[in-house]
């Protein structure tokens, strides 16, 4: 009779191996299979040991029995949904994955298991489900369950103050702060994740879903240059991962790596090809880089594939040259009646439905369309029109006449930078094309690094108990210096000429003018102005990934551009001729001679490739990223005047701006 007691232990120390040493699990467990030859949780470890050893035929012929002899064994039925998995039947690799998280709900490579079964089906809302359940069940800290549960239910809140409240105790908790800081990227709060995760790493140097998730806070901010290295480590690790390896590609896309980020887009779709996500992020790289057919087939193939195709339709709106067909429109007007649909796919649907229309001519129903898709999306976006008036107002009064006068000597000694400003939809792409294409100018892309300045000047501001910009007054000319010189660093990893100069084309960077003009005193600056009706509408018909939250609203658009006015004008007055503007109605009717106005501005000799800017072959990921490669056209100047009867509180909230916006 064999010892009982013997047999246990070496089940278990088997059970132990599976991890590291499946060969030699698979031969201590033989032992036990020929005393026990029946032995449930021997064959278990048995199939396990060969599915991991590749024999993945072996491991189903001991592991279908199993699994239907024990259908309530959670890890019985995990086993088999992995089984299951690596011989591609995702379909019942599901099935059984489900049973076995339904079963034990706190199993975590059953929910990665089930995750990564759904996102090679290309069902990306359920596998994300699963990944938070997965979040969830890692958590093996019983003070911790409460917020990884609330965390997991969406109640980010409730999580917050668990977490905050426990780590006063525990200030050194890494699993509690890598947890803080997934609220954090949740709750879209990038700069607060980026420094929990670089604290949690400090602690626990090991942790890969921290490593990870910093990453994606930097590229959620821009700073693909400091992602990517750490993307690249955990690959060496898990070269397979298709989360790692889809935001590398994103990274690589940030700092203009396009054939980089196109290869990894292409192995992604080789090894997932039902993943409508990545199709969507394909056809964005694509159509940056220019290849405008092959975006198009992407975006349509991610439409095909995807339950709510509302970011595939929109993507296509959004490339602003195509056509959509009866057959198009009668899928989106479906997608718009679900009352099931997410609130992102309804917005978008709304915004493409808005496009199609105005194609056509239907301006009402059109314009119905775009109003609805701003009303969805505003609560989601709020925005304060007395607050940035009130910023306006305070850069005004700091940034007077004798604030500039006396610092003369202020700032980085380089005039590297030639930043383009305004406001969305004013033509900046086009001036930035045209700039691009002399051979002494590199563009580069829309940079946060200005914004990040200032953003980190406010910090420190508050810290003090100051206000910025008033703090301003106390940077003396090396801070000064050493901000400018921070900005040349740290946008170099975008720029891949040999040219002298380069290109910020972030818009908004006009609210920032007051810095900009003291810590890079030789930079050249230009307003890219248009029509505030043209611009204004353009703002509001147009649903941007991120930012520009005044622009889901008439009236708050309106205001901003009277603002932006305002405080243009007062510039203009304190350091008359640092600003170059451009009207982008004058720009239509006489190139040639606002080409070469902008050139002499710049200290640029006048290079006929800067008229013929749409030959320039260079990424472009702006929404003009088609207009800009094709010659100047006149049709898209006056196409606001065919929805003037509903631009009212557009005009009452420009007041005197509407008249004087050129001045």
Not at 199 to 219: I, K
Request: some cysteine; hydrophobic content about 45%; aromatic content about 8%.
């Amino acid at each position: 009779m064999a010892d009982t007691s013997f047999l246990n232990s070496a089940i278990e120390r088997a059970a132990t191996l599976l991890g590291a040493q499946p060969a030699r699990a698979e031969h201590e467990i033989a032992a036990v299979l020929k005393a026990l030859p029946n032995d449930p949780r021997a064959l278990l470890i048995l199939a396990s040991a060969r599915r991991r050893l590749g024999d993945i035929k072996g491991a189903r012929v001991i592991i279908e029995p199993l699994a239907k002899a024990y259908p309530r064994a959670a890890r019985t039925q995990y086993e088999y949904g992995a089984v299951l998995a690596a011989l591609g039947d995702t379909s019942g690799a599901t099935a059984a994955l489900r049973q076995a998280t339904s079963l034990n709900r706190d199993l975590p490579e059953a929910w990665r298991a089930l995750g990564d079964a759904l996102f090679l089906n290309g069902d990306v809302v359920q596998a994300d489900a699963a990944y938070a359940e997965l979040a969830r069940a890692s958590v093996t800290n019983p003070a911790l369950k409460p917020a990884a549960n609330a965390i997991c239910a969406g109640d980010l809140d409730r999580a917050d103050a668990l977490l905050r409240a426990y780590l006063k105790q525990h200030l050194d908790d890494a699993e509690a702060t890598r947890m803080l800081a997934e609220i954090a990227l949740k709750a879209m709060r990038f700069e607060d994740a980026e420094v929990l995760l670089e604290r949690c790493l400090e602690l626990q140097p090991g942790d890969e879903t921290a490593r990870f998730n910093l990453a994606e806070a930097l590229v959620r901010q821009q700073k693909g240059g400091r992602a990517i290295p750490l993307l690249q480590g955990l690959l060496q690790d898990d070269a397979a991962n298709p989360a790692y390896r889809n935001l590398l590609a994103a990274a690589y896309g940030l700092i203009g790596a396009d054939d980089e980020a196109l290869g990894v887009y292409e192995g992604l779709l080789a090894d997932f090809p039902k993943q409508t996500g990545i199709w969507m992020n394909y056809g964005h790289q694509l159509r940056a880089v220019g290849r405008t057919t092959d975006a198009m087939t992407a975006y349509r193939r991610s439409a095909a594939l995807s339950r709510a195709p509302g970011d595939a339709f929109w993507s296509l709106a959004n490339m602003k040259l195509a056509r959509f067909s009866d057959e198009d429109i009668a899928v989106m007007g479906e997608q718009a009646a679900r009352i099931d649909l997410m609130d992102d796919d309804r917005v978008q649907i709304h915004y493409a439905l808005g496009k199609a229309l105005e194609d056509r001519g239907e301006y009402a129903a059109s314009f119905e369309h775009y109003a609805t898709g701003a009303a969805l999306r505003r609560p989601g976006r709020p925005y304060s029109a007395d607050e940035t008036s009130a910023r306006q107002k305070a850069a005004a009064e700091i940034f007077a006449a004798d604030f500039f006068a006396e610092r003369t000597a202020f700032g980085a000694d380089t005039d590297e930078p030639i930043f383009v400003i305004g406001l969305p939809r004013a033509g900046s792409t086009l001036v930035e094309q045209i700039l691009a294409s002399h051979s002494s100018v590199e563009g580069t892309m829309e940079l946060p690094n200005i914004g990040q300045i200032a953003r980190d000047l406010e910090k420190a501001a508050e810290a003090k108990g100051e206000a910025y910009p008033f703090s301003l007054t106390g940077l003396d000319a090396a801070a000064a210096a050493a901000l400018g010189q921070t900005f040349i660093d740290d946008t170099r990893v975008h720029r891949h000429l040999d040219r002298p100069r380069f290109i910020d084309k972030m818009p908004n960077n006009f609210l920032h003018l007051g810095l900009i003009c003291l810590i890079l005193p030789n930079a050249k600056i230009i307003d890219a102005r248009r029509h505030p009706l043209g611009s204004g509408f353009s703002a509001f018909k147009q649903h941007f990934a991120q930012g520009q939250a005044f622009s889901y609203d008439l009236t708050d658009i309106g205001r901003y551009y009277r603002d932006y006015v305002e405080v243009m004008r007062h510039f203009d007055h304190v350091l008359p001729g640092r600003i170059h503007r451009v009207i982008y109605e004058d720009m239509v009717e006489d190139t040639e001679t606002e080409v070469r106005r902008l050139l002499d501005y710049c200290g640029l000799p006048f290079e006929d490739a800067c008229l013929r800017f749409y030959e320039t072959n260079r990424t472009v990921r702006t929404v003009s990223s088609e207009q800009v490669r094709r010659p100047i056209f006149r049709e898209g100047i006056d196409q606001w005047r065919n929805f003037e009867p509903w631009l009212g509180p557009l005009k009452a909230a420009l007041g005197p701006a509407l008249e004087s916006w050129r001045d």
